[in-house]
């Protein structure tokens, strides 16, 4: 009897382990948004609604591979590479394992839609509610070499090259050549999430670089992520190995190219990666003014969307110095953002990324932030298609969220001078219903020339979120 009952509770508790086991293994299928649905390939995002109805056009008038010197997009990765050694070229992908040292080079980008020409990829950029895909794939990379600094004491002889230095040169050159020719002097370094391969990151730098028109240089930071569901904590750990190499990188480029200012987005587990590395920086210059700090990294806006990241972790980064690192913190949060409500749920902590209840912060909390202008929390929630999916990727997906994405990388501005209002419930802002036509309205003022267009320019669909 006695064996009976110890069985019957052995057995029991066996099948509550398995039910829960269960449960997280179906919640981390759910937390896919990360990733691409195809692994090489990502349709390009929705139109943000800043040109969505064609007056606002930040395309070149020919085929932007003929003005960008380097034709492509440039990556940083620290991945493994995939060599071939009946290749006579250096051309190469990367694997999805650590690799420590941080590689430079640049990726061919192609639409993957036959006979598409510039004048019809235009069109449809500009396009509210394309019906047609155009899917953007890696056609090829070429690397330049290794970043002198990330070789360390542990690094196996054979892998040291022998032009120490000399794809440095050649980064930062072609880095150079583009600024040289373009409107905004800057640098945005684009860092991915979980569970993706080596392409997703420069197909998505690509995409945002293109809706800002080609000005300025995109790098995209390609981490060794991996594209398997249960990778999720490891793919953490290596977040913090991979953040001394992200330091490395962007003290390189304050150091050897001629940007003035470098702005980050940092996307769900990527975030990790960019506040470890700035944390770093807070604590070497501990010693220095906010002021020197940012004469000498030079960083900019620092832009962080669905941050899965531990919101009492972040306060402590705070308190270490991390708003002297960079001009301007951009913190955006959502409460319909499943990914994020799921790893509130396996870490049983709060998510930087996750909308706050009101009601639990405390005085002191909401005092400091009213007081740091140079941090924003901007709540995402209402914006329009914020929820597609699992509502993680809204970056990508609102054409309000990306259109503000784009304008803080354009102009440097606080949010109230990007259409958004300061919520009266807590120190958070937010897309009033009029923002479409509040964002018209600031880049009109920027831009009076349009004021004839916009004039005859036809009507927006009667769909569209812009007010009339």
Not at 182 to 195: F, W
Not at 404 to 424: F, K
């Amino acid at each position: 009897m006695n064996i009976k009952v110890t069985f019957g509770f052995f057995f029991a508790g066996f099948l509550r382990i398995a039910f829960k086991n269960l449960i997280v293994l179906v919640l981390i299928l759910a937390l896919t948004a990360c990733a691409s649905n195809k692994p090489y390939q990502i349709n390009m995002m929705p139109a943000p609604d800043v040109f969505s109805d064609g007056i606002f056009d930040p395309f070149p008038d020919s085929d932007p591979d003929s003005w960008v010197p380097y034709g492509g997009m440039l990556y940083a990765t620290d991945r493994q590479p995939v060599t071939d050694e009946s290749r006579t070229e250096k051309i190469q992908f990367y694997q999805n394992q650590r690799g420590f040292l941080l590689r430079l080079g640049v990726g061919e980008i192609t639409v993957k839609k036959e006979g598409v020409t510039w004048e019809e990829m235009r069109r449809a950029s500009l396009l509210k509610g394309r019906a047609e895909d155009y899917p953007l794939a890696v056609a090829g990379v070429r690397e330049f070499g290794i970043l002198v600094d990330s070789y360390n004491v542990f690094t196996d002889p054979d892998l040291i090259e022998s032009n120490l230095g000399q794809a440095e040169m050649q980064f930062a050159k072609a880095v150079n050549e583009k600024l040289a020719i373009s409107k905004y002097k800057n640098i945005c370094v684009y860092v991915h999430g979980y569970k993706v391969i080596f392409d997703n990151p420069l197909l998505v730098a690509a995409e945002l670089w293109h809706f800002i028109g080609y000005e300025g240089v995109f790098i995209a930071y390609a981490w060794p992520s991996t594209p398997k569901t249960l990778a999720y904590m490891s793919d953490l750990e290596t977040t913090e190995l991979s953040a001394r190499n992200l330091r490395r990188l962007l003290e390189y480029l304050a150091e050897e190219t001629d940007v003035e200012r470098i702005h980050i987005i940092g996307y769900s587990a990527g975030t990790h990666l960019v506040l470890r590395a700035l944390d770093q920086f807070s604590l070497i210059h501990a010693d220095k003014s906010r002021e020197a700090v940012q004469e000498e990294l030079r960083i900019g806006n620092v832009i962080l969307t669905g941050s899965d990241f531990d919101r009492q972790l972040f306060a402590m980064f705070l308190d270490d110095g991390l708003l002297k690192v960079a001009e301007r913190f951009s913190i955006y949060m959502s409460g319909t953002d499943k990914a994020l409500g799921f790893s509130r749920w396996l870490f049983k902590r709060e998510r930087l990324g996750h909308m706050w209840q009101e009601e639990n912060l405390s005085p002191t909390a909401i005092e400091y932030l009213q007081n740091r202008k140079e941090l924003s929390f901007i709540n995402a929630t209402t914006a329009a298609a914020a929820d597609t999916g699992n509502g993680h990727a809204y970056f990508r997906k609102s054409p309000w969220v990306s259109s503000d994405v784009l304008m803080t990388l354009a102009y440097s501005q606080g949010p109230g001078e990007r259409g958004l209002v300061l919520s009266p419930a807590s120190p958070t802002w937010i897309f009033p219903p009029d923002y479409g036509q509040r964002l018209r309205n600031i880049l009109l003022e920027k831009h009076p020339e349009l004021r004839e267009k916009l004039k005859t320019s036809p009507s927006n669909d009667s769909d569209s979120p812009v007010q009339k």
